[in-house]
């Protein structure tokens, strides 16, 4: 088994009427399988959005960064139901339920999409 460090940084001086400063860290166990990587997300799923299959049954921490200057990606279940839009730059960490799936599609053209999937241990 292994280890991740991870840590979440929220600040603001002005998005509310007093400062906004949030900080979390926590180390979470992780085992095989771990995946990593740069993907080509098209406007089908079929073009290699799948990440996790529904038929998993695994838990898996999720990092998503949507690396394209102009597309945003829709996150969704392998059921289609989309809990999640990715802009251009933007990232997104998570847990993924057992058996739920995790697929990814482009909405114009197809997006370059940074990934980690590690297997909760």
Request: hydrophobic share 40%; aromatic share 10%.
């Amino acid at each position: 088994m292994a280890t991740l460090n991870v840590t979440l940084g929220v600040t603001s001086a002005d998005s509310l009427s007093d400062s906004l400063s949030i900080s979390f860290t926590d180390t979470l166990t992780v085992t095989n399988p771990i995946s990593t990587g740069k993907r080509d997300v098209t406007t089908a799923v079929a073009g290699g959005g799948e990440f996790v299959p529904a038929s998993d049954s695994n838990t898996y921490y999720v990092y998503l960064k949507n690396l394209d200057d102009t597309n945003f990606v829709s996150v969704q279940d392998a059921a289609a139901a989309i809990f999640g839009k990715l802009h251009p730059g933007e990232f997104m960490w998570f847990t993924l339920s057992p058996s739920e799936g995790l697929e990814m599609q482009a909405n114009t053209a197809t997006v370059k999409v940074e990934y980690g999937i590690f297997k909760k241990g």
